[in-house]
């Protein structure tokens, strides 16, 4: 009984994620929705033996913050294919990507409460929850490398550039300039060494990896 449960549990998330996988398929992001993918089976250790399809159904069920990424990738797609792949399987209402060119393979561990307002973010970041990134004013919003976390709480704001491999720690308010490798922290915000890094994040692919402390 539970094994029949299961399957038909399982052709209920096929079908209602039908409409994404058709949207994923025929997207001309085609190539960073696919990078998207393999990050995050990576990030959520998702079976190997799983193809494609399967794993994008999965993620599409049980993370609600990749429906956002896929619906901003889909962005420029069919209209009414979108409205429907994304009733069935509706993204977070708070989290608001207003990117104007994102790099593949971005990870959203949790997305509520969280805006990006960017004019660019790299390949490979990572987000967390409440985040704010966006203007100040009218003088613009930010710019950011490849392989940038934002950690809990972080908010990034004004017409600055925040370079490669960047860590911004939680609850830390960047308002100035992040040379590419550096960890901010705060408040008040300061850059320390990565050295001094001794929990999880690092601004590595993978926040997950921790650093290893120099003796």
């Known amino acids: 009984m539970v094994s029949l449960l299961r399957r038909l549990a399982w052709r209920l998330d096929w079908l209602r994620a039908a409409p994404a996988l058709a949207l994923a398929r025929r997207s001309a992001a085609g190539p960073a929705i696919e990078r998207d993918l393999a990050r995050w089976?990576?990030?959520?250790?998702l079976p190997t033996s799983w193809n494609d399809d399967r794993a994008l159904v999965h993620l599409l069920a049980v993370f609600?913050?990749?429906?956002?990424?896929?619906?901003?990738?889909?962005?420029?797609?069919?209209?009414i294919l979108r409205g429907v792949a994304f009733r069935l399987r509706k993204p977070v209402e708070t989290l608001i990507l207003d990117i104007g060119e994102l790099g593949p393979g971005l990870f959203i561990q949790h997305g509520f409460a969280t805006i990006v307002s960017a004019e660019r973010m790299g390949a490979d970041c990572w987000i967390n929850q409440q985040v704010t990134v966006g203007h100040v004013y009218n003088r613009g919003c930010p710019r950011f490398g490849d392989r940038v976390t934002l950690a809990a709480g972080a908010v990034v704001v004004g017409p600055i550039t925040v370079g490669d491999d960047v860590t911004i720690g939680?609850?830390?308010?960047?308002?100035k300039d992040v040379a590419s490798g550096a960890v901010v922290v705060g408040p008040p915000s300061r850059v320390i060494d990565r050295i001094e890094v001794i929990g999880p994040a690092g601004g590595n692919v993978d926040p997950r990896t921790r650093a290893t402390p120099v003796n």
């Open 41 to 45: 089976r990576q990030c959520h250790e």
């Open 64 to 79: 609600p913050e990749f429906r956002n990424l896929l619906e901003y990738r889909t962005r420029r797609e069919n209209p």
């Open 170 to 175: 939680a609850n830390t308010t960047v308002v």
